[in-house]
């Protein structure tokens, strides 16, 4: 499956963007989503993931009550869209597909070219 992000930018703290996905390739519905964030020399971590039938969200502590992650089975796309952005939210946001939310969570099958996301304070 390919991935292709979007949606990223500048933004001021407090703002909001949302980022998307379009996968193509293999059956969108096969595959649990998710994101991850990559900070300027930190490592890549796991931002959120969904179910394959949507029915299933799980977030990191860092995105809980400010991020919310959906799919649009009928667009093939999965979004993230981030409320009361932060400085410390700047990073490059990938997208990611696995066979479960396990696996989406800790070791994606694919993964999408990043979305650079700026929160200026």
């Known amino acids: 499956v390919q991935l292709q992000a979007s949606g990223g930018g500048l933004v001021q703290a407090g703002g909001f963007l949302r980022l998307s996905c379009a996968a193509s390739?293999?059956?969108?519905?096969?595959?649990?989503m998710g994101w991850f964030r990559q900070a300027p020399g930190r490592e890549r971590e796991f931002v959120a993931s969904i179910s394959r039938i949507g029915g299933s969200t799980y977030y990191a502590d860092s995105a809980k009550g400010r991020f919310a992650i959906s799919r649009d089975s009928a667009k093939n796309t999965v979004y993230l869209q981030m409320n009361s952005l932060k400085p410390e939210d700047t990073a490059v946001y990938y997208c990611?597909?696995?066979?479960?939310?396990?696996?989406?969570?800790?070791?994606?099958?694919?993964w999408g070219q990043g979305t650079k996301v700026t929160v200026s304070s």
């Open positions: 990611a597909a696995g066979t479960t939310t396990v696996v989406v969570r800790t070791l994606p099958d694919y």
């Open positions: 390739g293999r059956t969108f519905s096969s595959y649990a």
